[in-house]
């Protein structure tokens, strides 16, 4: 059977795409924000995830206002990068793993999630920056891909109740998949930001803080708040925190927090990187740290 | 800004999520890109989204008039970004995830179109941003 592993979430800012190319990453401004992935990758050389289920939110890539769905689940053999409008340099294909996307899909639907099915899909630097800020080696990618994409374009947004609640099921469908995997869920956005309109440039360190608490200790506080009070709180982008609860709530049950890092700004945003695991499998493996937390608050 | 509402959660209260209407919500200095947004913005959103391709931007920059046009912008569209005003983009519908991909073609990031939003120059936008950091 299929192991759920754990949990990444990580802010994708494309300005990290960029300081990545650039190779600089022991900058000044760049330093505290990629030193807060080391952790990151000890553990994921431990664990050796074979495939990751990686939830994010597409802007303006692969899906326009033309046919927007609120779910979209990949199922296609690979996924490419492609130019989203600046020119950047492309990454070379994301292997897929359509045996888990169908798995995912069969699961979701016969739990009355209506989602989009893809056998053709794009990613953006919501997929793209996170893949890289995890193995700074890829490509080649060690693991196999399977993208979820939520909407946070264009409002009704699905709730934090509903994006919780599909997290639940991709959590009960990964624990169901009749393969011997290790499987990684990742999800990508916020924290806290708001590029567009007179309150551009608005960050919440306050909010951003308890949303970190509350993802490890009690998610389900999150799915109290409307889309609306988030966009308040967070920003009308920082509103990427529906990725976070719904990658989450994929661990059914307790959490510890292995790792976590927060450190602003990064251009416009409030960075943050969060791992977590199983809380019945932490106790006899090899931890990233000393104590039961890891905690690296920067800025 | 208004004082923060931390509805519920830190009140240790139990219940449902609270519904607000976009309608009836107002924050400010924000746009909720709802269904009357996005049919308002639409032309100007689809010809940024066209944006993704390399040969359409050179399309714009070599016949602007022309793009605007074959997009069927409307006049308060044209005008904005005749005058690279983001705000006016916004007014007029735009989303700025699509706005990111026309402010790229003039060379212009989100701090850019951020410092143009608020007021300020590049420079104290950034400012801002690190302060935020405390």
Known sequence: MARHAGVICTSHVPAIGKAIALRQQQQTYWKPFFDGYRAVHGWLDRLRPDVVVLIYNDHGLNFFLDKLPTFAVGAAPEYRNADEGWGLPTIAPFPGDPQLSWHLIESLVAEEFDITMCQEMLVDHAFVVPMQLLWPMGPPWPVKTVPICINTVQHPLPTAHRCHRLGQAIGRAIDAYDEDVNVLVLGTGGLSHQLDGARAGFINKQFDHLCLEQLVSDPEALTRYSNIELVELAGTQGIEILMWIAARATLLGDVTQVHRNYHVPISNTASGVLVMEPRETSGPRERAGSGTRRDQIAG | ?134
């Not at chain 2, 308002?40 to 689809?46: E, F, I, P, S, T």
């Not at chain 2, 989100?110 to 302060?131: C, H, M, Y």
């Open chain 2, 1 to 134: 800004m208004r004082p923060l509402r931390l509805p519920g959660m830190l009140r240790g209260d139990t219940g449902v999520p609270t519904m607000i209407s976009p309608k009836v919500a107002t924050i400010p200095g924000t746009v909720i890109f709802d269904g009357v947004e996005a049919q308002k913005g639409y032309a100007l959103n689809r010809m940024c989204y066209s944006f993704n391709h390399a040969e359409n931007r050179a399309a714009f920059l070599a016949d602007e008039e022309a793009y605007c046009a074959r997009y069927a912008l409307n006049p308060e569209q044209r005008e904005a970004v005749r005058k690279r005003d983001v705000l006016a983009m916004i007014a007029a519908g735009g989303n700025v995830y699509y706005l990111a991909k026309l402010a790229g073609i003039f060379g212009l990031d989100v701090q850019d179109i951020g410092a143009q939003q608020t007021g300020v120059t590049r420079e104290a936008f950034k400012a801002k941003l690190l302060s935020a950091g405390g």
